[in-house]
């Protein structure tokens, strides 16, 4: 049986962490393209919470600023599950965790019922020293839960010797666009990766009301995806040296756009990305999770496991359907001088960030340097 984490979840429990992990995540991240869901990096923090005790407990508490009852945490994430798990699962999202524990370690087996009963997931024991037997059985898991799209989460050469627990959280979408390009409407263009450097890239294009503004700095818009509240938002910097300002308008945003008629040029694109995120977490206050001095007696019959990897990995492909699989054929393009004066213009030629949301809640963060870079 799969134990998918997450189905189109509609809101955050808090979202003061996914908003901390990002901020201190990105100062770390060099030009190149990514994308996360810190969403589910929460979601699998939170189930080690429950499992954990003592001084481990306390910083988990309060690094993911959830309430100290741990049944409370268990109620609001068993019942937001129970709610979205009825919806119609049109446009897809797929936040996957499962904790993987050496097999020489007992898992506490009312921990894994609480586990699959509100968060929809499981602890796992398998051989960790066995590394190429572990790291097919982890990252076949990834590929099950996500559609055959996240692959090779996990290699043997990512295992380390005395391994004893590591969380796995991958995530990924599938939707349509609302307003779709057409296929003939894709031609090579210029895209400006830098002042040095540019390239031809797969442009999509089309015309059709949506939300936008521009400003001095930046052009937001928001592209809807079919059958959902979910949308794509799209910064675009005015000049390449506003990537980070770019970021930071996109980390909290919550301005509200105006819908107008707008001639949007934006690039096909796909992003694989994996990360490990222990120095970041540490950097949370999250520190004994990841010593021998941890404390997860809640979840394991023995004391002194400590998870020594965090492991993250997003997938995300946009096409002219929208965020799914698929291939295009270039062919011929409007511009954007065969439209009225009044039609504004959206023109994703340089790098730009993005993120996926719902109606309360932010899914996934990225950002595209080089669209021609599947990472």
């Given at each position: 049986m799969k134990y998918l984490c997450l189905v189109l979840l509609a809101t955050s429990v808090v979202g003061q962490f996914t908003e901390h992990l990002f901020r201190n995540?990105?100062?770390?991240?060099?030009?190149?393209?990514?994308?996360?869901?810190?969403?589910?990096?929460?979601?699998?923090?939170?189930?080690?919470?429950?499992?954990?005790?003592?001084?481990?407990?306390?910083e988990l508490r309060r690094a993911l600023v959830l309430p100290e009852n741990k049944n409370e945490v268990a109620k609001i994430?068993?019942?937001?599950?129970?709610?979205?798990?009825?919806?119609?699962?049109?446009?897809?999202?797929?936040?996957?965790?499962?904790?993987?524990?050496?097999d020489s370690y007992g898992i506490n087996r009312n921990f894994n019922k609480l586990l699959k009963k509100s968060f929809r997931a499981e602890?796992?024991?398998?051989?960790?020293?066995?590394?190429?037997?572990?790291?097919?059985?982890?990252s076949d898991w990834v590929l099950d839960q996500t559609l055959d799209s996240v692959k090779g989460t996990i290699t043997p050469?990512?295992?380390?010797?005395?391994?004893?627990?590591?969380?796995?959280?991958?995530?990924?979408?599938?939707g349509y666009w609302k307003t779709r390009f057409e296929k003939r409407s894709t031609k090579l263009t210029t895209f400006h990766v830098s002042a040095a450097q540019k390239g031809l890239v797969h442009m999509m294009s089309c015309v059709g009301r949506f939300k936008m503004r521009t400003s001095d700095h930046d052009k937001i818009i928001e592209l809807p995806f079919a059958y959902s509240n979910l949308s794509m938002i799209v910064v675009l910097p005015k000049s390449n040296g506003c990537l980070?300002?770019?970021?930071?308008?996109?980390?909290?945003?919550?301005?509200?756009?105006?819908?107008?008629?707008v001639h949007l040029q934006l690039p096909k694109f796909k992003i694989e990305f994996r990360t490990e995120l222990v120095d970041t977490l540490k950097k949370m206050g999250i520190i004994d999770l990841f010593t021998n001095s941890s404390d997860?007696?809640?979840?394991?019959?023995?004391?002194?496991?400590?998870?020594?990897?965090?492991?993250?990995?997003?997938?995300?492909?946009?096409?002219?359907?929208?965020?799914?699989?698929?291939?295009?054929?270039?062919?011929?393009?409007?511009?954007?001088?065969?439209y009225p004066g009044s039609v504004y213009s959206f023109r994703a030629d340089r790098p730009f960030v993005f993120l996926i949301r719902g109606k309360n809640t932010v899914y996934f963060r990225g950002r595209v340097v080089d669209p021609r870079s599947t990472s």
């Amino acid at each position: 049986m799969k134990y998918l984490c997450l189905v189109l979840l509609a809101t955050s429990v808090v979202g003061q962490f996914t908003e901390h992990l990002f901020r201190n995540w990105v100062q770390d991240q060099k030009s190149t393209n990514f994308i996360v869901s810190t969403l589910c990096v929460e979601v699998g923090m939170s189930m080690l919470l429950m499992g954990a005790e003592g001084n481990t407990k306390d910083e988990l508490r309060r690094a993911l600023v959830l309430p100290e009852n741990k049944n409370e945490v268990a109620k609001i994430y068993d019942k937001l599950l129970t709610n979205l798990e009825k919806r119609k699962k049109v446009a897809m999202l797929h936040i996957a965790n499962r904790l993987f524990v050496n097999d020489s370690y007992g898992i506490n087996r009312n921990f894994n019922k609480l586990l699959k009963k509100s968060f929809r997931a499981e602890v796992e024991a398998i051989d960790l020293t066995d590394r190429s037997k572990a790291a097919w059985t982890i990252s076949d898991w990834v590929l099950d839960q996500t559609l055959d799209s996240v692959k090779g989460t996990i290699t043997p050469g990512d295992l380390r010797s005395g391994e004893s627990a590591i969380l796995v959280n991958a995530a990924f979408i599938k939707g349509y666009w609302k307003t779709r390009f057409e296929k003939r409407s894709t031609k090579l263009t210029t895209f400006h990766v830098s002042a040095a450097q540019k390239g031809l890239v797969h442009m999509m294009s089309c015309v059709g009301r949506f939300k936008m503004r521009t400003s001095d700095h930046d052009k937001i818009i928001e592209l809807p995806f079919a059958y959902s509240n979910l949308s794509m938002i799209v910064v675009l910097p005015k000049s390449n040296g506003c990537l980070r300002r770019a970021e930071k308008t996109i980390e909290r945003f919550s301005e509200t756009l105006s819908e107008v008629q707008v001639h949007l040029q934006l690039p096909k694109f796909k992003i694989e990305f994996r990360t490990e995120l222990v120095d970041t977490l540490k950097k949370m206050g999250i520190i004994d999770l990841f010593t021998n001095s941890s404390d997860l007696s809640g979840l394991l019959t023995e004391t002194g496991t400590r998870v020594s990897q965090v492991v993250h990995k997003g997938f995300i492909e946009i096409n002219e359907e929208g965020a799914s699989a698929g291939a295009a054929l270039a062919g011929t393009a409007q511009g954007l001088s065969d439209y009225p004066g009044s039609v504004y213009s959206f023109r994703a030629d340089r790098p730009f960030v993005f993120l996926i949301r719902g109606k309360n809640t932010v899914y996934f963060r990225g950002r595209v340097v080089d669209p021609r870079s599947t990472s």
